[in-house]
């Protein structure tokens, strides 16, 4: 299995920006499908976005599209979500997860980081 571990979340403005970052441990993170989820106060962990191993494909929630951006860096064990237009209903505590299928189910993901909060304010 490989280690996660968040970074990048905050306090921000409606509108504003934040870029997440997830550092993997292991040699084998090329192999892994990553995937961003979200889990609100008294919700559900949600699906937010995912991308194979190489890149080559990513898939969005329809409440994110066109304002995050997921992308990875094989040589760097990393992946990001850049996040912006960011909307009060974000609020959220991100996680990032590896799994070896392309899915949205959080089932499928074997690995999960601790998480980072992400506060939007009105």
């Known amino acids: 299995q490989v280690q996660l571990v968040e970074s990048g979340g905050g306090l921000v403005q409606a509108g504003g920006s934040l870029r997440l970052s997830c550092a993997a441990s292991?040699?084998?993170?090329?192999?892994?499908?990553m995937g961003w989820f979200r889990q609100a106060p008294g919700k559900e962990r949600e699906f937010v976005s995912t991308i194979t191993s190489s890149g080559s494909i990513t898939n969005y929630a329809d409440s994110v599209k066109g304002r995050f951006t997921i992308s990875r860096d094989n040589a760097k064990n990393a992946v990001y979500l850049q996040m912006n237009s960011l909307k009060p209903e974000d609020t959220a505590v991100y996680y990032c997860?590896?799994?070896?299928?392309?899915?949205?189910?959080?089932?499928?993901?074997?690995?999960w980081g601790q998480g980072t909060q992400v506060t939007v304010s009105s």
């Open positions: 997860a590896a799994s070896k299928f392309y899915g949205h189910n959080p089932a499928a993901y074997a690995s």
């Open positions: 292991g040699r084998t993170f090329s192999a892994y499908v």
